[in-house]
C-alpha cells in the first residue's frame, strides 16, 4: 500500500470508530497489506483489493476466546 493509501484509511478508522489512537503501519516486505494497530495492540491486517478494477480494503481480525472474558 502506498504511503497516501494508509493515511486514508488511518483517517477512516479514527473517524469511524472514534478512537484517535487507531493507527495503520505498513508491513514490512509487503505491498499489498497493512497492520491495524490500538495504541501498542495489534488489531489486524488491512488488504488491498484490486480485483475486477473495484478497489477495497478488507480488514482480517481474529478474537480469541480468552479474550472475550
Known sequence: MTPQEISKLETYF???????????RQRPQKSDSAELYFGDEFIGVVYRDDEDG????????AILEIDLD
Open 54 to 61: 473495484d478497489l477495497s480494503y478488507n480488514l482480517t481480525m
Open 14 to 24: 479514527r473517524k469511524r470508530f472514534a478512537v484517535p489512537a487507531i493507527e495503520v
